[in-house]
């Protein structure tokens, strides 16, 4: 891709970019949220026209009109939000759009049997063609996404982000699948905002920001540091703000919690504290967040100062939940930013409504419009967006379920930065994060979770493995 | 991955995939009993062949549109203007065949011919105009509406008794306006099953977005499926034209085909925003409905009672799907 040049409505988002993959390479895009990285690669799978510059596939120059051209021209793309159908089977959906016929009917047995070759040859063997997609987990998702690729002969794959949403022990797994595309000569664009991945897993290095390359080079050439500069043009020092001296007086206290998801939950949140909650995906992190908040509440054990059973009283009782997923359970997305800031404050009639415009500038939200619509707003923004929803109420508990997840490195700095500060400032804070680096340079203090109970707490610092020991349990220390 | 997932694979896939398909059918069964033990308590018969053929015969009609409704609501759209096309179809039908078996294929030609060109301006406005189907077509129905009742004020043309025989003749007990219905449906079935446009009716409906990246022409799956819907309204209207005799201006909106048509649609388990359902079920739904309406004409009962038992059996059924699909959704966290 050579000069590529991209406007939306009059707003410049990309110019003069040129990347080049070779076959068998890894090469990761990689820059802030909103630097292009997502237009740049709709416009290599066709999504969108690019308004200058030219794209060739070994050696050919081609464009597309249609997401299909792409395809047929061997760009796959796997977009950070599948692209699946849950209602339909999963060789339906490696086949959608070009189903194999036979005398003008549609060859089912051979459909099924492409895609049975296609997972046997990926080593997967956890389900077969014909189960409902609605059925998998997000891992397996991201396999049939791949399935899909390698069925149409792909000759490029991006991959926009795909460890988003993919605890620990599955982000091996993806990352072994793409040393074997790599090994059949594909080559592999890959996103991602994690620069640990980034460096164990790419060849080369593409660094864009607000739509301009600034350089792309061998990875061995770069550093973690030096990656982050370059993404953010400064220095970001070090990653994680300053922790607490000490904590306060308890803001909320559970002994021998349960519903069906949890049992025997002890813990105790501190005003000017964060407490970390680690364990592998489905122990119930969030489902304790949710239980402390009212929303799936405890049907068991005593809390204090309320047992909230529903959203309200945990509102009332001045907690706030940052939920995991922003566009399906944080934000109006059709409304605007003033709207969503205001959701909560309008909904149990407390809190200010005035002030929104301060409020916005505290949670750094830039620029701090209050008229545009959420669902054009980067994802850190619109993180920044949830935030401001709880400050108007000044919550004096809050749960943050992956805050930063899928956000860029300069918005996640702020996000962390505010959660220390609203730490500081006497509220209670709990953080649930899969980034493990993260969670242990945030929390003052972490607790543990497997199946469902408290598998232990560890102080401030501790190491990745000794939280994975208690996460994991004996079996995979 | 998922561990718990795996043991209780096969039976959840039955009870999702078979599921509304079979509810609608096993209530069609236990309508039929209590019906059948009601009527007997009356001092009545049930299952008479005049029955049985009267169901059928009542259903038909409807059950052509609504086929065409399911291909509509399987693809994320619908149609209103159904019924208006149907008594727009009707009188086509019989004023160009003004009594005479020589104008029979002429008029067949002539409600196909206008059937598929308020399928395409459907489709049309749906796609390149953006326009809702549901203003779409409730638009396009009114332009029919206004048309008809500006040229005709009452029944008109005459059908020829060669083809009234659609109307009324029966093989055995099975009329030939059911072999109709049976066909159109079979024909939508193997579209929906077997093709590839039937694919793309499912994945259109289930997201456009997911199916447009995977390179379906998604314009092209709604307009050909408009076609179809309204094709199927044009066979409805043939077939009512050989009933009456003559082309009338209120037949479709008198028989209430288009919510009729929804609900029976949703009746059967279809998803009314789509991507999920299919035929078999809409053809419970249907049967149900003319089950419901003979046991209560049997019964002699109020027709506005009729109305009430209607409308909770359709809400009662879709919330029973809407719980199914609930519970299989909860146990993935």
Aim: proline share 4%.
């Amino acid at each position: 891709m050579i000069g590529i040049g991209k406007s939306f409505l009059g707003v410049r988002v990309l110019g003069e970019v040129d990347l080049v993959a070779a076959a068998g390479e890894v090469h990761a895009v990689v820059g802030e949220n909103g630097a292009g990285k997502s237009t740049l690669m709709k416009i290599l799978a066709g999504v969108h026209p690019p308004d200058e510059g030219t794209i060739e596939i070994d050696g050919r120059g081609v464009s597309f009109g249609h997401p299909l051209d792409a395809q047929r021209a061997g760009v796959a793309i796997i977009h950070q939000e599948f692209n699946l159908l849950p209602e339909r089977s999963v060789a339906e959906n490696v086949f959608l759009g070009r189903e194999p016929v036979r005398r003008g009917l549609v060859d089912r047995p051979a459909m099924d049997a492409a895609t049975a070759r296609l997972l046997g040859e990926l080593g997967e063997d956890s389900f077969g063609p014909r189960d409902p997609v609605r059925h998998l987990s997000v891992a397996q998702q991201q396999v049939v996404e791949i399935v899909k690729a390698l069925s149409l002969d792909a000759r490029i794959v991006v991959m926009d982000e795909p460890t988003a949403a993919l605890a620990e022990h599955e982000v091996d797994l993806l990352h072994r699948l793409v040393r074997r595309l790599q090994g059949r000569g594909i080559a592999v664009l890959y996103i991602s905002h994690r620069l640990r991945e980034v460096f164990d897993l790419a060849d080369r290095v593409t660094v864009l920001k607000d739509g301009r390359l600034v350089t792309s080079a061998a990875t061995g050439e770069l550093t973690p540091d030096g990656l982050v500069r370059l993404m953010v043009g400064r220095d970001l020092g070090s990653y994680f703000p300053p922790r607490a001296t000490s904590a306060g007086e308890t803001r909320l206290r559970v002994t021998g919690g349960g519903n069906d998801r949890l049992r025997d939950i002890d813990l105790e949140l501190r005003a000017g504290e964060i407490l970390g909650l680690a364990g592998l995906q489905g122990s119930g992190r969030s489902a304790l967040a949710k239980a402390l908040f009212g929303a799936e509440p405890f049907t068991r054990g005593r809390m204090t100062p309320v047992r909230p059973r529903t959203v309200r009283e945990g509102i009332a009782a001045g907690i706030g939940l940052v939920t995991e997923d922003r566009k399906a359970e944080g934000l109006a997305l059709r409304q605007s930013v003033r709207d969503n800031a205001l959701l909560v404050a309008r909904a149990s009639g407390r809190g200010r409504r005035d002030g929104v415009r301060e409020l916005l500038e505290r949670v750094r939200l830039v620029p701090p419009r209050q008229d545009r619509e959420v669902r054009y707003l980067s994802g850190g923004n619109q993180q920044k967006v949830v935030l401001a929803k709880w400050l108007t109420v000044a919550p004096r508990v809050l749960l943050f379920d992956e805050p930063t997840r899928g956000v860029d490195v300069g918005a996640k700095a702020a996000i962390h930065d505010l959660m220390r500060e609203l730490a500081g400032e006497g509220a209670a804070v709990m953080m649930i994060s899969s980034e493990l680096p993260e969670l242990i340079g945030m929390s003052d203090r972490i607790v543990v979770l497997r199946e469902g109970r408290i598998s232990g707490t560890l102080p401030a610092g501790p190491s990745e493995e000794a939280v994975m020991r208690l996460a994991a349990g004996e079996v995979a220390a | 991955m998922t561990p718990d997932a795996l043991p209780a694979r096969r039976s959840r896939r039955f009870a999702a995939v078979a599921g509304p398909t079979r509810v609608v059918f096993l209530a069609l069964a236990g309508v039929i009993l209590i019906g059948w033990a009601l009527v007997a308590a009356d001092g009545g018969q049930f299952l008479t062949l005049e029955n049985v053929v009267g169901v059928q015969q009542r259903s038909a009609a409807l059950g052509i549109v609504a086929v065409g409704q399911t291909l509509a609501i399987l693809a994320g759209s619908l149609d209103l203007s159904v019924a208006y096309l149907i008594s727009l179809t009707s009188l086509v039908a019989a004023e160009t065949m003004a009594g005479q078996d020589s104008g029979i294929v002429a008029a067949i030609a002539a409600v196909a011919g206008v059937s598929v060109l308020v399928g395409l301006v459907n489709g049309l406005v749906i796609t390149k105009l953006r326009v809702h189907a549901f203003i779409a077509t409730l638009g396009v129905g009114l332009i029919i509406k206004g048309i008809v009742d500006h040229l005709y004020d009452g029944p008109a043309g005459r059908v020829p008794e060669t083809f009234q025989h659609l109307g009324y003749d029966r093989i055995g007990p099975v009329p030939v306006s059911a072999l109709l219905w049976a066909a159109v449906a079979l024909t939508a079935w193997f579209l929906l099953s077997r093709t590839r446009y039937g694919y793309r009716v499912y994945a259109v409906g289930g997201d456009v977005e997911v199916a447009r990246l995977s390179g379906v022409r998604t314009d092209r799956v709604v307009i050909v499926t408009h076609v179809l819907c309204s094709l199927c309204a044009g066979i409805a209207g043939l077939l009512l034209a050989a009933r009456l005799g003559a082309g009338a201006p209120t037949v479709g909106t008198d028989g209430g085909y288009d919510l009729e048509s929804i609900a029976a649609v949703v009746l059967g388990g279809t998803a009314l925003a789509g991507g999920r359902g299919g035929v078999a079920g809409t053809v419970g739904g249907v049967l149900l409905l003319a089950v419901l309406d003979s046991v209560f004409n049997q019964l002699e009962v109020n027709s506005f009672f009729k109305d009430v038992v209607r409308g909770v059996v359709i809400v009662v059924a879709v919330a029973v799907y809407a719980r199914r699909t609930g519970l299989l959704r909860g146990r993935r966290a």
